[in-house]
């Protein structure tokens, strides 16, 4: 493999990028000046540098002024609502619940979805990660109401059930509350053209 | 204007056709044997013959055996729970819903959405006969809650409120509830993707 | 079935119409007004009186002042260029074409295109019917040129080539050239996406 | 700017990346391995010291076994045809017509398209290079035509014609042709959906 193939089959793995763009992106790459290269090589190099994972909630965060710092500023940050703790997917869910403004508590990402035919499940998702964090959390910090947040597909509603087996035991231990986001009528919905599922969901969530 | 032009006129004002493909209708129609145009022709006409609005919820249904029924099968069924009401826009909102199996009520057609910017609504929607129709049912059939099932959209929004300022007065002298349909994340939502009113309504309808 | 399935069904064979909108086209229909539906139901019935398919190019045209012509005003234009006899498929490709304005001869509608696979052909397209046409046209008119204008897929390459083993005796006979259409890039065409079979016809058809 | 907005605004420079695509890829990073961005990172490095842009065609191509050689393959290859010069705006259509393999001929990137509105055009297009190169190749290798392959677009018309006045002198001198790649009907075109330049090309090049 010469480097062309070699780039474009790294790129090929990109969320959304098939073959054909990620050889574009090679002669994009190609075309561009010698100094732009460099700053997206080096820039590429340093994000793991700049970036930490937090041991709190397995968030990707950037590190500010070389803080030795292994806590993300939402779990560090005092006036968050302890309270509640939601759990996602992954980063980018986090990031769009956090830009919404509409929940003030804390994150938790589990760092996948539960396929719905999987054996070895642990290895994939954080669970245990998750049960020993609400363990922590219950007692001095009052948690209260773990939030599932997961997307409305087979393998997020698998996850959903899937997380609440597995949390039984620790959440009715410290008297915590397991709750999932609410389904009905999303904006743009329009009720000629909703599934069965939305529908039922949408009449049993009725207020 | 010819025939072709005509008829390309009217088929353009079916839902969701433009002028190509209405032309393309009426020279399909033109290819076609004259038993299939007849066929047409009168089932057309007789639309209007065998369907009749339901003097109750204003759907339109099929008169079975001519009898001289205004009623339509759904206000007919004793067995239906008179109990709630689900006011929808249009007849092809209750077709869906009917098929979902999800609700075992009545259903109020209101003829239509209210303009954000509108001075005489009346007109357009039957708010009025929604209106007597729940002094109608609220004593003897028991009437209890009110369902307002319009798409999330400003057009469905405003419907809504509508809906529950003008029903104040006759819902809250028969103590009747108004609800309406449960929003949050519908089937295919992903979270990532989400905007803020959703995850909003998503977060406060947990559970 | 009752009369909503009924137009449903035949609705649904209208080009490009799945059973959703066909439903949707009922329920448009039933809350229409009744003349609104009447019009439109003598329109199709009058559609075929109006209508009449020329004796020469079996084109659909509009019987002008209830005269009792067999022949549509291309054909009888006498200023019509009758060296020269386009065969396409369907009356929508002739409209077309009729409407860029870049061709001022003769046309002939075969009715159809023929599969690549399929035995008995000649009940589908009017080849014989064109075989006719070529000889009478031939000798008075001095008819030089029949040029195939089929779409670019495989049942139209596959017409294409059909039709010129079929005319081949007549053309021969008559001395009569056929063309087809060229072939290359056509509006909005990128290199970078082409397919091979394209990038070979644009480089061999370059000028 | 940190590193994650940096990074976005970088992403967001490549071909067809939106920014929210271009935020998705820098999570997608940082969820990667170390090693597996050390590698991207490196590739990325090594890309301008692997490739060279070819002193002949101005086409990007892998320099083999460390050879300093500055002519790519094609441009070096003896069996090549070189009485045929194909004109290209960018790598990828070189990279798709070669991969078509109708042409035998070579090649030269112009490096983009003439706007329709420019003054400045000799900046952005290798039109003297192009000329340059004209001359070079027309004596000693016997070019006798240039092939003008741009897309089917108001820019790619643009510079046809301007390519055709830029060149006329220099072809006229050495009696070299000038010709555009073919315009009709590509695969898929359908004839009733066709613009009005389209059939005019398909008819004008019918063969």
């Not at 780039?7 to 561009?32: C, D, H, N, W």
């Amino acid at each position: 493999m010469d480097i062309i193939e070699k780039l474009t089959e790294i790129f090929k793995e990109f969320p959304g990028i098939g073959e054909r763009q990620a050889k574009r992106f090679v002669y994009f790459l190609m075309s561009r000046t010698g100094a732009y290269n460099e700053n997206l090589s080096s820039l590429i190099l340093d994000l793991k540098k700049e970036v930490a994972q937090c041991k709190e909630c397995f968030r990707f965060f950037i590190i500010e002024n070389n803080k030795k710092t292994q806590i993300c500023e939402i779990c560090a940050n005092p006036h968050v609502d302890s309270s509640v703790l939601m759990v996602v997917e992954k980063d980018s869910d986090l990031e769009s619940m956090k830009k919404s403004k509409v929940y003030h508590g804390k994150y938790f990402i589990l760092g996948g979805l539960v396929p719905v035919v999987e054996k070895n499940t642990k290895s994939r998702v954080r669970i245990d990660e998750l049960k020993k964090k609400i363990s922590t959390e219950a007692r001095p910090q009052g948690l209260k109401e773990i939030i599932l947040a997961f997307s409305i597909s087979p393998q997020g509603e698998h996850t959903d059930q899937y997380a609440r087996e597995q949390l039984k035991d620790v959440t009715e231990k410290f008297n915590i509350k397991i709750s999932s986001l609410g389904k009905g009528l999303s904006t743009g919905t329009e009720l000629e053209y909703s599934d069965n599922d939305t529908l039922k969901n949408a009449l049993k969530n009725r207020q």
